[in-house]
């Protein structure tokens, strides 16, 4: 799990992508976020890159844990 609940925007989806960078496609993600703004900025740019958030989950504590599903690189068709 990488948690960027200690980040500010945007280094919340620079420390994503760098994460998802090192993945190998159709690997999952969970991050682990605190604040509305991180949370809308980062679930934003995943989809924006074409990966898929498989679910949000509310945490106890206020943080968000979203999971990814990282995209296949080769384009379509």
Known sequence: MLDITHEKCPMTFV???LALDGMAAGSLLAVRLMGEEPHRNVRR???ALGHIVL???AEADGSVVLTILKKDPTPAG
């Open 15 to 17: 420390r994503t992508r």
């Open 45 to 47: 740019s995943v989809l």
């Open 55 to 57: 679910a949000e989950q």
